[in-house]
């Protein structure tokens, strides 16, 4: 038999970021942007101070909820009749950016 091993203490497991960034598997998207991917949660009712993903007018984009409007990234905001035309997809739940920059050389 013998003893347990001392250095199991401090073994480690692999990290999963499906496990550490995916709540709602069948309910969470996965969508890329100029910037790099977010993940959206199709299950989450936004509240206010929410970043969420929606779509107005033919386009797809990602704002902060307010009480009666969405200021967007360029800092516009929509508000009044406006918002009837605002589907909300769901809530921006993680941010992935690309760091990537070709002027640097790879180490």
Request: glycine residues 8%; contains cysteine; proline residues 6%.
């Amino acid at each position: 038999m013998g003893f347990p091993s001392p250095a199991q203490d401090y073994v480690e497991s692999r990290l999963d970021l499906n496990a550490l960034m995916v709540l709602r598997p069948a309910a969470t998207l996965f969508i890329p942007t100029a910037e790099g991917l977010v993940l959206v949660d199709k299950s989450v009712r936004p509240k206010e101070g929410d970043v969420i993903y929606f779509e107005a007018w033919g386009t797809f984009q990602i704002g902060r909820m307010g009480k009666h409007h969405i200021v967007c990234r360029d800092g516009e905001s929509i508000e009044g009749d406006a918002l009837e035309d605002v589907v909300i997809v769901g809530i921006v739940t993680f941010e992935v950016l690309h760091m990537h920059e070709e002027s640097r050389p790879t180490i």
